[in-house]
């Protein structure tokens, strides 16, 4: 094998090597374990309640921020950040 050859091995296989840290690096981004909902709603009608409910049905711990309520759909609720 030529040294250019070698070269360009290398070459490739530092590219994939790249390729696989910089998803690595996504993983958090697109499988958080924990989630802040802002906006979270008692009322079904609201997109908030909603969000929570599918939340709430997924692997994600759910952290609630409401305003107004202490409590949606039986989990304790922050009133901010």
């Known amino acids: ?6 070269t360009k091995q290398n070459e ?7 390729d696989e840290h910089r998803s690595n690096n996504l993983d ?11 906006g979270a709603s008692e009322d ?3 997109l908030g309640h909603s969000i929570l409910n599918n939340l709430l049905s997924s692997h994600v711990e759910v ?8 409590k949606i759909l039986g989990i304790n609720t922050f009133s901010s950040l």
Do not use: C, E, W
């Open 12 to 18: 490739k296989r530092n590219m994939q090597n790249s």
């Open 63 to 70: 952290y609630p921020i409401s305003r107004g309520k202490t």
């Open 44 to 46: 079904h009608t609201k």
């Open 28 to 38: 958090p981004f697109f499988r958080p374990q924990r989630i802040a909902l802002v």
């Open 1 to 6: 094998m030529s040294s250019r050859d070698k």
